[in-house]
């Protein structure tokens, strides 16, 4: 795999941080079906330690230099670019009127827009959204398959590994951009900045995975939530809700997680003072 595609697909595992701010407000019981866990722990740890070395430093450093208007707009320029994948799986999906206004939101930000730095499609009505290659085999029937926490890229499932190669050889303009021009290494740098742009984001919402006493766990099940909405478009059924929380099971002892959690906080104050 070119580096240029593992360094853009790096930053798609750090956005689980800003969903945790959703996923925390549920009490759910931590998913068992998880069998290839040790060798997930072990990728977890590795992505956590490139992380804290590498990745958030230069986040950190990018948020010093910018202010929040400037990084607003290359998250928006971002966001814009790579509205195509969500386009082509829309179509993949057989939703033309999806398709259609992810079309106009695109071509309105990046004329109106100034190129995609602001977003005044969004001002005009046009919703944003957010599709990719793993929702299509979802909604095409594909089983979700194990989970699968991958070094370098992050939260996946066997279904949605797929998305990675084909979202982006076909689809990503970053890609395709990287793929098709050669500065010198120079190319890549849209991607390095997509990747940047992202792990600042996710920034603010580091507190929330410190307080959590296995944040393992809480990313695994964050992701697996947050996929379950986006097939859904954001309302899945509450029968398969109630089964991913483990609602459904006589055991469950709702009083019993809290309980974990809180022996956590107490013996980690530092960390759980920052929720």
Request: net charge neutral; proline share 8%.
């Amino acid at each position: 795999m070119p580096s240029s595609l593992r360094s853009s697909l790096l930053g798609r595992w750090l956005p689980v941080l800003a969903i945790a701010l959703l996923a925390g407000c549920t009490i759910a019981k931590p998913r068992t079906d998880d069998p290839l866990e040790k060798f997930n722990r072990g990728a977890y740890k590795f992505n956590d330690a490139v992380d804290k070395a590498v990745i958030r430093p230069v986040a950190l450093g990018y948020r010093k230099v910018t202010n929040p208007p400037v990084r607003r707009s290359f998250s928006d320029f971002f966001t814009n670019i790579r509205m195509p994948i969500t386009v082509a799986n829309d179509l993949l999906q057989a939703r033309p009127k999806q398709a259609l206004q992810s079309t106009g939101r695109f071509l309105v930000n990046l004329t109106l827009g100034i190129g995609g730095f602001f977003d005044p499609a969004s001002q005009l009505g046009l919703p944003l959204e957010d599709n990719d290659f793993g929702v299509t085999l979802a909604r095409w029937g594909a089983p979700e398959g194990d989970y699968l926490m991958l070094p370098l890229l992050g939260p996946s499932t066997v279904r949605d590994i797929w998305q990675r190669p084909v979202d982006s050889y076909f689809f990503d303009p970053l890609t395709l951009f990287a793929n098709n021009h050669h500065y010198n290494g120079l190319q890549y740098m849209p991607q390095m900045m997509y990747l940047v742009t992202i792990r600042s984001r996710a920034i603010d919402a580091e507190g929330f995975l410190q307080s959590a006493y296995d944040p393992y766990v809480f990313i695994r099940d964050a992701y697996r939530q947050q996929r379950l909405y986006k097939i859904y478009d954001g309302n899945p059924p509450v029968e398969i809700i109630q089964q991913m929380q483990g609602l459904d099971e006589q055991n469950f002892d709702p009083e019993e997680l809290l309980d974990q959690q809180h022996q956590w906080e107490n013996s980690h104050p530092g960390q759980s003072s920052q929720r």
